[in-house]
């Protein structure tokens, strides 16, 4: 999927992959790319730029984690990022629920 049909969703997805627990950069991404079964396969360019604003708006915030032998910064939601994705999730079902109701009237 082109990174333009996630336009005004990717908060909400980066925040549901990041509601697991905290991960690194690459994590997220991967995480991104598993759980929507190879959909969402987005380039760092895209999804480093969104975690800064994620953080700057306080829905997220990020430490350097030196485990493993390298030092990576870590991406962890916060309580306000919490209390976002719940937001948008239910914006986002009623949404669904919307279009697959006007959906189910049109006949083939």
């Known amino acids: 999927m082109k990174t333009g049909q996630l336009k005004g969703n990717l908060d909400l997805v980066l925040l549901a992959v990041l509601s697991g627990g905290p991960l690194h950069g690459y994590a997220v991404i991967a995480g991104l790319r598993d759980r929507s079964e190879g959909a969402f396969d987005l380039p760092e360019g895209t ?7 994620l953080e700057r708006d306080g829905l997220v915030r990020s430490s350097w984690d030196d485990s493993g032998g390298r030092r990576r910064r ?5 309580p306000r990022g919490e209390r976002a994705l719940a ?22």
Not at 47 to 53: E, Q, R, S, T
Not at 90 to 106: D, I, K, P, R, Y
């Open 47 to 53: 999804v480093y730029p969104a975690l800064h604003k």
């Open 74 to 78: 870590t991406y962890e939601i916060t």
């Open 87 to 108: 937001c948008q999730r239910e914006q986002w079902l009623t949404f669904v629920h919307g279009v697959n109701s006007v959906l189910a009237a049109v006949t083939p």
